[in-house]
Structure formats: structure tokens, C-alpha cells
T-cell receptor, first 113, second 115 residues
């Protein structure tokens, strides 16, 4: 059974730093892995999707990587800003299912001005 | 336009009331979802509609009744809810195309409080 873990549960860094959020999964038979952002009391915003055949995806200051052999994905945020403060969740889709997302518990990120 | 619109944003209902949550997308997506999210937890899948047919029901109690009137609309009918059903209800949609990677897009959610 697929399990997705995000460590740490919370992270606080000064503005301007580059940072990495981690996501690990137990079953490498994933179809894709998505990173989402959730602001307090709001819905989820899709940040990046990496298909199983890809190694990384980039959007602006964000870069997500995928290493299926080690069961890891990372979300790299460059030059962090206070507006990046949010909870970041990763979710994996299994090869056998186009619908079922297996979620990590999220990392709450605080960027201090 | 990568928008999923949900109404109402907030809903307070009594345990004997009947209400509905509504969701709309105009991205041509053929899969639509209802999720439930409690505070500080990831979303839990409730229902999936694929090509307007219910394809997944995650053992959700019958007091929640989904409906997909057409490919752009998804409703969640609520009746005789319990206080523990209070949560953020999220609607989502995806292309259901493996070629496009099947990115899933979420709405802002409807905050439901059952009193």
C-alpha cells in the first residue's frame, strides 16, 4: 500500500533563502506526483506535476524533482519570499489508478521577513 | 482559464436541513471530484465522476449524495448531516487524459458547519 510522507511537518526560514521540501513514497509504481500549495482556509493550488517518465519540472522559482528509485521527490524554492508562506502538500497517483491521489500530510512553511 | 468555481463559500446548516454544494468548471475536464478536508489534514476523496458517471464512491454515508448534471457541473446534496461532518469540502477536476499528465485542479472550497 502506497504511503507518502513529508518531513518536516513545519519549517521556518528567513526571507531570501533557498529551501527544499521533501516528499517520500513507498511504492515506486507511480503514474505521477503533484505538488500543491494551500493557504489557510483556502483550496489547493497545483504547483507542479511530474510524470513518472520525467526527472524534474520547473515553474518560475519552483523546481520539483522526482527519483522513483529512491522513492523521493523534492520541491526547491529559490529566493523565498513571505508570500511563499503556506502549507505545501505532495500527492502521488498510482499506476493502476487515474484518480486516487495518495497524500502526504504537508509541510507548513513560514518565511520570516 | 484553470478555474474551478464552488458555491457557497460558507454554509451553516442544522442537522435536519437539506442543502447543496455546487461546483463548476469550464476547462473541458471529464473527471470531477469531491473531497472532504478537516483542519490540518490532507484532503480525503469522497466521490469521482468520470464522463458524468459515478466511478468511485469511497464508502461515503448516504447523507451525502453527489450529482453530475452535465460535464461542467457537479453538486453535492446534503441531508441529515452530523456535527462531525463540518469540514472544508473541495471540488476538483482533471482532464482524465494520461497524455496531459492528468493534473488535478481544485476549487477554493465550501466551508460547511453543521449545528
Amino acid at each position: 500500500k502506497q504511503e507518502v510522507t513529508q518531513i518536516p511537518a513545519a519549517l521556518s526560514v528567513p526571507e531570501g533563502e533557498n529551501l527544499v521540501l521533501n516528499c517520500s513514497f513507498t511504492d515506486s509504481a507511480i503514474y505521477n506526483l503533484q505538488w500543491f500549495r494551500q493557504d489557510p482556509g483556502k483550496g489547493l493550488t497545483s504547483l507542479l506535476l511530474i510524470q513518472s517518465s520525467q526527472r524534474e519540472q520547473t515553474s518560475g522559482r519552483l523546481n520539483a524533482s522526482l527519483d522513483k528509485s529512491s522513492g523521493r521527490s523534492t520541491l526547491y524554492i529559490a529566493a523565498s519570499q513571505p508570500g511563499d508562506s503556506a502549507t505545501y502538500l505532495c500527492a502521488a497517483t498510482h499506476m493502476d489508478s487515474n484518480y486516487q491521489l495518495i497524500w502526504g500530510a504537508g509541510t507548513k512553511l513560514i518565511i520570516k521577513p | 482559464d484553470t478555474e474551478v468555481t464552488q458555491t457557497p463559500k460558507h454554509l451553516v446548516m442544522g442537522m435536519t436541513n437539506k442543502k447543496s454544494l455546487k461546483c463548476e468548471q469550464h476547462m473541458g475536464h471529464r473527471a470531477m471530484y469531491w473531497y472532504k478536508q478537516k483542519a490540518k489534514k490532507p484532503p480525503e476523496l469522497m466521490f469521482v465522476y468520470s464522463y458524468e458517471k459515478l466511478s468511485i464512491n469511497e464508502s461515503v454515508p448516504s447523507r451525502f449524495s453527489p450529482e453530475c448534471p452535465n460535464s461542467s457541473l457537479l453538486n453535492l446534496h446534503l441531508h441529515a448531516l452530523q456535527p462531525e461532518d463540518s469540514a472544508l469540502y473541495l471540488c476538483a477536476s482533471s482532464p482524465q487524459s494520461r497524455e496531459s499528465g492528468n493534473t488535478i485542479y481544485f476549487g477554493e472550497g465550501s466551508w460547511l458547519t453543521v449545528v
